[in-house]
């Protein structure tokens, strides 16, 4: 895996072949990537999902429907 993170903040910790294992995040990042992981998952369920038209949705939400 060849990622980058560059958070200031961030402690790594690495085994002793100098790998990082594990990293240590400020609390609130940790919430914030929490948030986005969810956002992920919940836009590939609704990848299949059938569309509907606009003026639907705005008509559902004013009833109080699911979208």
Known sequence: MNTTFTN??????KDRRGRRTHAVVPIKEYEELLDDL????TAHR?????????????????QNEAV
């Not at 200031?8 to 910790?13: D, M, Q, S, W, Y």
């Open 38 to 41: 969810h956002d992920l998952a």
């Open 46 to 62: 609704r990848l299949n999902e059938e569309d509907i038209p606009m003026e639907e949705a705005f008509q559902r939400l004013e």
């Open 8 to 13: 200031p903040e961030a402690i790594f910790l």
